[in-house]
């Protein structure tokens, strides 16, 4: 008898949000390499307790790191930083690629919304990632000039502030 289930980590398991972001950098390093980009990791200096989904929080920041990569046809920069403040944790990704316009900051979080259709975008990544968030007691907030950059912010409920 063959099975084929995956095994569930649990929404309810404690994980250190650094261990999951690094765990992230590491599963896009090859994506990054190969576009010539830079992605700077900032862990915090302390562990960074949150409860949750631990492969699910990293399908999240894996998606952020690629697009940040993927921001610029080459050569971008990136930096991923790990944080925490009023009881929230934080996960921030920045990087120098050409901006997004307020059209595309709109909509971004919809179902099937690409800004990448040369490169084959599905639209799912942004809107699977809120999902994921929201079901952790989380949200994402994007910042970007048209001029340049963008910034995704993720906050999540530190496990002491959830529990």
Do not use: M
């Amino acid at each position: 008898e063959q099975r084929c289930a995956r095994t569930d980590p649990g929404r309810g398991a404690d994980h250190d949000l650094n261990q999951i972001v690094e765990s992230s950098w590491h599963a896009t390093a090859d994506h990054a390499r190969r576009r010539g980009a830079r992605v700077d990791l900032v862990l915090s200096p302390v562990p960074v307790e949150v409860r949750g989904n631990a492969i699910e929080l990293e399908q999240v920041v894996v998606n952020l790191i690629r697009n940040a990569v993927e921001s610029r046809s080459d050569g971008a920069t990136v930096e991923v930083r790990v944080g925490s403040a009023a009881g929230r944790a934080s996960v921030v990704v920045r990087d120098d690629g050409p901006g997004l316009c307020a059209e595309s900051r709109k909509r971004l979080f919809e179902p099937f919304y690409t800004t990448k259709l040369r490169e084959g975008g599905s639209g799912l990544g942004l809107s699977v990632a809120h999902g994921i968030l929201r079901t952790h007691g989380g949200e994402i907030e994007v910042d970007s000039d048209d001029g340049g950059g963008a910034t995704f912010r993720v906050f999540l409920p530190l496990r002491a502030a959830a529990g």
